[in-house]
T-cell receptor, first 114, second 112 residues
Framework: SAVISQKPSRDICQRGTSLTIQCQVD?????MFWYRQQPGQSLTLIAT?????????ESGFVIDKFPISRPNLTFSTLTVSNMSPEDSSIYLC???????????FGPGTRLLVL | KQEVTQIPAALSVPEGENLVLNCSFT??????LQWFRQDPGKGLTSLLL?????REQTSGRLNASLDKSSGRSTLYIAASQPGDSATYLC???????????FGTGTRLLVSP
């Protein structure tokens, strides 16, 4: 299994500002994933982050809006830049242990943009 | 493009009932399927993982089945309890991809 922590757990931000979300895993993993869950919706993948390489973004998500860092095998950050109320969501970090097996999720970061 | 749908969107049952949650997917080319539970304001907890070669998986009162050819999975919850109240999500991992494609979720309420 994997134990994943995220910081902050929640935040209220003003439009136009940026927020960086941290994700820490208790073991080394190759791939880390960032998902977004908008109010009342299911989860949508933002990007996949491998250590030592650029993140791979899904259609509709761009690096300028959601820059991601992956400095080592246990840590990643997601920044939500130039926020607007439409960015109000839960942002979840996820890891894949053992290659295409059970995927584990962090507790999420609840973001409200005013 | 893989699409995942869950029916019903919401379900309310009295305690003790057995219930079935449904998940359907449009492309049968999947590597595996995973059922999750999400409590209000919380992250996701993995319940069961079924590989594409498997027909079912069981964990306690939970049983998940997979019919890949018809694009369907069911999650069976026996003797439901109020503590089972949560949103249940199914997600498929398309063959050749690392990411999961999530369903729309079923919000379950079990009343005492």
């Amino acid at each position: 299994s994997a134990v994943i922590s995220q910081k902050p757990s929640r935040d209220i931000c003003q439009r136009g500002t940026s927020l960086t979300i941290q994700c820490q895993v208790d073991s080394q993993v190759t791939m880390m994933f960032w998902y977004r869950q908008q109010p009342g919706q299911s989860l949508t993948l933002i990007a996949t982050a491998n250590q030592g390489s650029e993140a791979t973004y899904e259609s509709g998500f761009v690096i300028d809006k959601f820059p991601i860092s992956r400095p080592n095998l246990t840590f990643s950050t997601l920044t939500v830049s130039n926020m607007s109320p439409e960015d109000s969501s839960i942002y979840l970090c996820s890891v894949d242990k053992g290659g295409r097996e059970t995927q584990y999720f962090g507790p999420g970061t609840r973001l409200l943009v005013l | 493009k893989q699409e995942v749908t869950q029916i019903p969107a919401a379900l309310s049952v009295p305690e003790g009932e057995n219930l079935v949650l449904n998940c359907s997917f449009t492309d049968s080319a999947i590597y595996n399927l995973q059922w999750f539970r999400q409590d209000p304001g919380k992250g996701l907890t993995s319940l069961l993982l079924i590989q594409s070669s498997q027909r079912e998986q069981t964990s306690g009162r939970l049983n998940a089945s997979l019919d890949k050819s018809s694009g369907r999975s069911t999650l069976y919850i026996a003797a439901s309890q109020p503590g089972d109240s949560a949103t249940y999500l199914c997600a498929v991992r398309p063959t050749g991809f690392q990411k999961l494609v999530f369903g729309t979720g079923t919000r379950l309420l079990v009343s005492p």
